[in-house]
């Protein structure tokens, strides 16, 4: 029971409790230039995850033969060769997206995020738990693009649009693309925009993270009180 | 020449690497909390980043480009700027121990940094010749350098502050309101 409770627990550490981008701070890069629509987050996504899984698998697998001193090497090219899968394949079945994406798909291979796992994790540990690891934490990445993303896009232009007719779009004149109200600007899809949303999201998940730890410590005071209170009623009975 | 000026102008300010074109953003918030680690850091990038992309420039158009196996540039790439920084590292440690001793630490950090592979990527499939080449991945660092070091003077006044917003969320603001002014430059071209 307890085995199983641990590998549920190696797979959604990545979606909150160490997201790599909101808590971990890895992966700034991506998480700036591509956020400007959701459509291109999730696909950023989707690549982070394939390069991600597949890494720490194969660099779990080899973790035992590769010698200490030149680890860091080897594992960035098992990274670039999985990275030039990916972009290969993205050219072929997706040029669109491979346009919008851009040099940020190459550059999946120096996010901190993937070399992290595998230097953290997927060299210490079993191909399977590496594996859940590397999905994980993925998975918790996409999710923390598609949120900025979502907020940038939607302040932006006034609407979601995802793969042409998916979406909605509530200040936005669907003929033209232009917004109908102020506040929704450009700006938003700025490099400032950006750079100021991430920044205030980043606020928020400090202010949750704060609260989180007072309830937590009132929580451990309360116990503590409790438990004193037990301690000093034994006593005057006892007395 | 002119023409020269005008794309290091556009490099260093109007498409600077941070604030424009979003590369190198760990170290920009990892090391810019003093003005010392702030220009060592940009003046090993400024180093690195040159260097690095007259050999991927090189490598393309005459090795990759020759035998078709451009589909390798990524590969090759990052395996010339992982040596190439050990090399620099290794060769300042025995000729330079000064410079060795203020840029040492931060040059095992730059293989990961995605402004290297990054500009060595964008000059390696543009267009331009050797001279054009060197120009836009000089200034593209030299902008470098120059933001990270205005960056880590504000943010050595922000250290002080206290609340949710300090350190990460207050300097992504600073960032932001720094892309607004530096993107108005445009108009000067």
């Known amino acids: ?239 | 020449m002119a023409s020269v000026l005008k794309l290091a102008f556009s490099a260093i300010i109007i498409q600077n690497v941070i604030l424009s074109q979003f590369l190198g953003i760990c170290p920009f918030l990892g090391v810019s909390k003093s003005k010392k680690s702030a220009v060592g850091m940009g003046a090993a990038v400024v180093f690195v980043i040159t260097i690095s992309s007259i050999l991927a420039w090189v490598l393309y158009k005459y090795v990759l480009v020759e035998l078709e196996m451009v589909y390798m540039k990524t590969i090759v790439f990052i395996l010339v700027i992982a040596s190439l920084v050990q090399i620099i590292e290794m060769f300042l440690k025995k000729f330079s121990p000064t410079l060795y001793k203020a840029l040492g630490i931060y040059l095992p950090l730059i293989t990961t940094n995605c402004a290297v592979l990054g500009i060595a990527t964008l000059v390696a499939e543009s267009n331009y010749t050797f001279l054009e080449m060197f120009v836009y991945s000089f200034s593209s660092a030299v902008g470098f350098l120059l933001v990270i070091y205005i960056f880590s003077t504000i943010r050595e006044k922000l250290n002080r502050m206290d609340g949710v917003m300090k350190d990460i969320p207050i300097a992504l603001i600073t960032a932001g309101l720094m892309a607004m002014v530096f993107a108005r430059f445009s108009g000067v071209i």
């Open chain 1, 1 to 239: 029971m307890k085995k199983e409770n641990s590998k549920l627990h190696i797979l959604t550490k990545g979606f909150i409790k160490e997201n790599p981008l909101f808590v971990l701070v890895l992966g700034m890069c991506p998480s700036l230039a591509i956020t400007t629509s959701l459509e291109n987050a999730l696909g950023m996504g989707v690549a982070v995850v394939f390069v991600l899984v597949m890494s720490n698998i194969i660099i779990s697998a080899i973790r035992k033969i590769v010698p200490n001193e030149i680890r860091i090497p080897v594992y960035i090219v098992v990274i670039a060769a999985f990275v030039s899968i990916v972009e290969m394949v993205m050219a072929a079945f997706l040029p669109g997206l491979h346009q919008a994406l851009g040099i940020f798909i190459p550059l999946i291979t120096v996010n901190c995020i993937i070399l992290g796992r595998a230097e953290a994790f997927a060299s210490e540990n079993t191909v399977f738990d590496s594996f859940l690891d590397g999905l994980g934490m993925g998975l918790g990445f996409t999710m923390a693009l598609a949120i900025i993303a979502t907020i940038r896009e939607f302040l932006g232009t006034g609407g979601i649009t995802i793969w042409g007719d998916l979406g909605f779009v509530i200040g936005k004149d669907v003929e033209t693309g232009v917004s109908k109200y102020d506040i929704f600007t450009k700006f938003f899809t700025t490099p400032a925009g950006g750079f100021i949303v991430l920044g205030i999201v980043f606020g928020v998940v400090a202010l949750l993270q704060n609260r989180e730890k007072a309830k937590k410590e009132a929580a451990a005071k309360q116990a503590q009180e409790t438990i004193k209170n037990q301690f000093s009623k034994k006593a005057t009975k006892e007395a």
